[in-house]
C-alpha cells in the first residue's frame, strides 16, 4: 500500500512546486522598501526597482491632467523606452503632488499632502517587516518572517504577466483610455464557478451587461495560469492538464527575447502582447529599432465584429448609437478598436470615444419638418460601413436612383443601403446601431441629410464670427463711451478753471489758481500794492471784466527766517495798511478806481469795519456769521473795532 500511494504523493508534490516559492523563497535580501522610510510624489522622483535584475520599477508616475500636477502609485517596465503601467493602487484617485506613502509595520498606506487617505493595503494583523519588488513585477509586503502578507499580483488592475496566476473570484478592469486610467467600461471576471467571462458595463451605476466572451470552464477548483513563454490557459488546480488554451497563436518568441503581457483594453479586447527587450541602454535612443508592444493575439479575435454581431449589445454597439467600429492594424480585426462618426455627425462626447454620435441636423419629424422639401435634400455616401440592425424595410428588384427615390418619399427613412449585386435596398431609420467598417463591404451606405447642413454650419461660424466682432464693438463702444464722459468732465473743468469763469466762480465758490493765472491777472506782479510780513500785495484785474479788481498776495517762505518781519523802511502789510487807512479815515485809498463805492463811503465803512472784526488775530472778538449779516444788513449797529493783528506798527502793551 506504501509503494502506491508513492507516485501519488510525488505528483502532488510536483504540482505543488510551482506555489513553493511564492511562501518559502523570500528572505531579507529581497526588501528593497524599508520601514519609516516614505516615498513622496514629485516630479522626476527616483524610483524603487526590482532587486536583482532591475526589470521593473515601483514609484510615483507622473499623469497627463488638467488638474496640475498629478501622480500614479504604480508597477511599469523599467528597461523600455516607453515605460508600460503594469498595476496601479490609486487608479480612480490620483495623487497630487507632496503625497506621500509610508509603510510602518501596521500599515502601507497612500495620503495627500493634507493627511486624507488615497488608498491603503488590507491586513491580517501580522507586522511588516519590508516590502519587496520582484523581478516577475510583483510587488510583495514581508511579515517578520519574511512570509508574504499581501502581493499586488493578488490584486489586479487591468494587466498579468508572466508568472502571475489568476484565481477565482479575480477580476480585471479596463481603463477608461489609453491616457486616464481610472476603471472603465469593461471587466473580465474570473467566476467561482469557473468560467471566465468578459463583462461591458453601463456608467456610471456599473451594473454589468450581457457577458460577450466566455470560456465555458465549470470547475469549482481553476485558475488561470500565464506562463514566462508566453501562454496562457485555465486548468483544474489539482490536475496538471490545462482545460481551456486561451493562446491560439504561439508567441513566436522566447523569455529571453521578449517581454510579455495581457490586458483587458479599453475597448474590451484581452490583448497578448509582446515587446522585444533591450539588452543595454543604447539601443533605447536608437530609433531605427523597431521597440514597441505589438499583439499577439486578442480575444474575441475581432472585438468590432464581436458587438457589431450582438442585436442586444448595450448602446447600439461598441461605438454607441450612430456611430462605427474600426480596429488598427492588419484585417484580422485583432488591434485595439477605435470610433467614428459618418459625414454630417459628430461626437456625443469629445472625452469618450465609445459614446456614439449625434447628427448635425434636425432628426426627421413627419411633421413638416426638412424632410418634407425634397428638393433641399441630398444623400452623402459612405464607403464600406454597415449598420446590421436598423433597418426597418427591404426592397429588391430595384436600382440606385430607385432606392434613393425611395427613401425620398420615406419620411421615417434616414439611411439606405444598396447591394448592388442583389439589386436589394434596405431602409434604415434613427438611432442606427451596431455600426462597423468592413472593407470587403461592397454596398453603398446613403445617409439622407438636408443640403443646408453645410451652408448651417458656416452660418454658425459667421454667427461666432459677427457675436465676435459685435462683443468686440461692443466692447470699444463702452470704452469711447467712457472715453468721452472723462473728456468732457476734464473739459468742463478746464472751463471752470480759465479766466473767462473767474468772475462768476467768484460770486459762487472759492476758486483755486494756478500760479500762470494769477501772473496773467497781475501782468506779471507789476503793480504792487504793499508789501507786509507776509509778502508784497499786488494789484490784479479779472480778465472778464476789466473793471473788477483784486489783490494778489506773493508770499515769499524764506528757509531760516522768519515769515514775519520787521525790517526798517518796508512797507506794512495789507491788513495793517487797511486798517490806518480806516483809522486816518483814509478809505477812498481801498477804492482808488472804484467810482460805484465812492458814491456810498458809509456803507464802505460799515464793509471795512465788519471786514477787521471777522479778521482779528484772536477768536474769540471774531463776530458769528449770523452777526456778520445782520451787520452789513445794519439791523445792528457796528462798533469800532481794534486792530486786527498782534503786530502793528505801535506794539499793544500788556499789564502784569
Not at 21 to 45: G, K, M, W
Not at 311 to 334: E, V
Not at 392 to 419: A, K
Not at 474 to 490: E, G, M, Q
Request: glycine share 6%.
Amino acid at each position: 500500500m506504501a509503494t502506491s500511494t508513492l507516485p501519488h504523493i510525488c505528483c502532488l508534490l510536483l504540482l505543488l512546486l510551482p506555489l513553493l516559492p511564492s511562501v518559502f523563497s523570500y528572505t531579507e535580501e529581497h526588501c528593497n522598501i524599508r520601514l519609516d522610510t516614505p516615498l513622496v510624489a514629485v516630479q522626476n522622483s527616483n524610483p524603487i526597482t526590482s532587486r536583482f535584475e532591475g526589470e521593473f520599477a515601483f514609484g510615483f508616475h507622473p499623469l497627463e491632467s488638467e488638474n496640475g500636477k498629478q501622480f500614479l502609485l504604480a508597477v511599469w517596465f523599467n528597461k523600455i523606452r516607453e515605460p508600460t503601467i503594469v498595476w496601479s493602487a490609486n487608479r480612480n484617485k490620483p495623487a497630487p503632488e507632496n503625497s506621500e506613502l509610508r509603510l510602518s509595520s501596521n500599515e502601507f498606506v497612500l495620503k495627500d499632502p493634507e493627511g486624507n487617505e488615497l488608498w491603503k493595503v488590507p491586513r491580517n494583523g501580522s507586522k511588516s517587516s519590508c516590502a519587496a519588488l520582484l523581478d516577475n513585477g510583483n510587488l510583495v509586503i514581508l511579515d517578520e518572517q519574511y512570509n508574504s502578507i499581501w502581493e499586488s499580483f493578488k490584486e489586479p488592475t487591468d494587466t498579468i504577466l508572466p508568472g502571475q496566476i489568476l484565481y477565482m473570484n479575480t477580476t480585471l478592469r479596463s481603463r477608461e483610455s489609453e491616457t486616464n486610467y481610472s476603471k472603465g467600461h469593461f471587466q473580465l471576471s474570473f467566476q467561482t464557478d469557473g468560467n471566465f467571462v468578459f463583462y461591458s458595463l453601463s456608467m456610471p451605476s456599473e451594473p454589468l451587461n450581457r457577458p460577450y466572451f466566455a470560456t465555458g470552464t465549470l470547475k469549482w477548483n481553476s485558475l488561470l495560469n500565464f506562463t514566462k513563454d508566453g501562454y496562457m490557459y485555465i486548468k483544474d488546480a489539482n490536475n496538471p492538464i490545462s482545460i481551456y488554451n486561451l493562446t491560439k497563436e504561439s508567441p513566436a518568441g522566447s523569455k529571453e527575447d521578449f517581454y510579455y503581457l495581457a490586458r483587458i483594453d479599453h475597448d474590451g479586447g484581452f490583448r497578448l502582447y509582446k515587446h522585444p527587450r533591450e539588452v543595454n541602454t543604447t539601443s533605447r535612443a536608437n530609433e531605427s529599432c523597431s521597440s514597441s508592444w505589438t499583439v499577439v493575439q486578442s480575444i474575441p479575435s475581432d472585438i468590432c465584429a464581436t458587438f457589431t454581431g450582438d442585436a442586444a449589445s448595450a448602446g447600439g454597439g461598441l461605438c454607441g448609437p450612430n456611430g462605427y467600429c474600426r480596429t488598427f492594424g492588419d484585417s484580422s480585426g485583432s488591434g485595439p478598436a477605435f470610433c467614428s462618426c459618418p459625414d454630417g455627425f459628430s461626437p456625443l462626447d469629445q472625452s469618450n470615444n465609445f459614446a456614439g454620435c449625434k447628427p448635425d441636423f434636425l432628426l426627421p419629424s413627419c411633421q413638416i419638418g426638412w424632410e418634407e422639401q425634397k428638393e433641399n435634400i441630398e444623400f452623402k455616401l459612405v464607403q464600406n460601413v454597415n449598420w446590421p440592425f436598423s433597418d426597418y424595410g427591404l426592397v429588391t428588384v430595384v436600382n440606385e436612383t430607385e432606392c434613393r427615390q425611395l427613401c425620398l418619399d420615406d419620411c421615417l427613412c434616414v439611411v439606405v443601403i444598396y447591394e448592388g449585386n442583389g439589386n436589394q435596398c434596405w431602409k434604415k431609420k434613427y438611432p442606427l446601431s451596431n455600426g462597423m467598417y468592413l472593407e470587403s463591404n461592397t454596398s453603398k451606405v446613403l445617409i439622407k441629410t438636408p443640403k443646408t447642413i453645410a451652408s448651417d454650419k458656416k452660418d454658425q461660424s459667421m454667427v461666432l464670427v459677427l457675436a465676435l466682432l459685435l462683443g468686440s464693438s461692443a466692447f470699444l463702444n463702452i470704452l469711447f463711451f467712457l472715453a468721452s464722459i472723462v473728456a468732457i468732465i476734464y473739459l468742463y473743468h478746464k472751463k471752470l478753471n480759465s479766466g473767462w469763469n473767474i468772475d462768476r466762480t467768484l460770486t459762487t465758490n472759492v476758486k483755486s489758481y494756478t500760479y500762470k493765472e494769477l501772473e496773467e491777472a497781475t501782468r506779471g506782479f507789476k503793480q504792487t500794492l504793499g508789501k507786509g510780513a507776509f509778502g508784497t500785495v499786488y494789484k490784479g484785474v479779472l480778465p472778464s471784466d476789466s473793471k473788477k479788481f483784486v489783490a494778489v498776495k506773493k508770499l515769499e517762505i524764506i528757509c531760516c527766517k522768519s515769515s514775519v518781519a520787521f525790517a526798517l523802511g518796508e512797507e506794512e502789510a495789507l491788513i495793517d495798511w487797511a486798517y490806518e487807512c480806516y483809522k486816518d479815515k483814509k478809505l477812498d485809498k481801498l477804492i482808488e478806481d472804484d467810482e460805484e463805492a465812492k458814491n456810498d463811503m458809509k456803507r464802505l465803512e460799515r464793509f471795512v469795519i465788519v471786514a477787521i472784526w471777522c479778521i482779528q488775530e484772536d477768536p474769540s472778538l471774531r463776530p458769528s456769521m449770523k452777526k456778520v449779516t445782520q451787520m452789513l444788513e445794519g439791523v445792528i449797529e457796528v462798533s469800532v473795532p481794534p486792530s486786527p493783528s498782534l503786530f502793528t506798527s505801535s506794539p499793544p502793551s500788556f499789564k502784569k
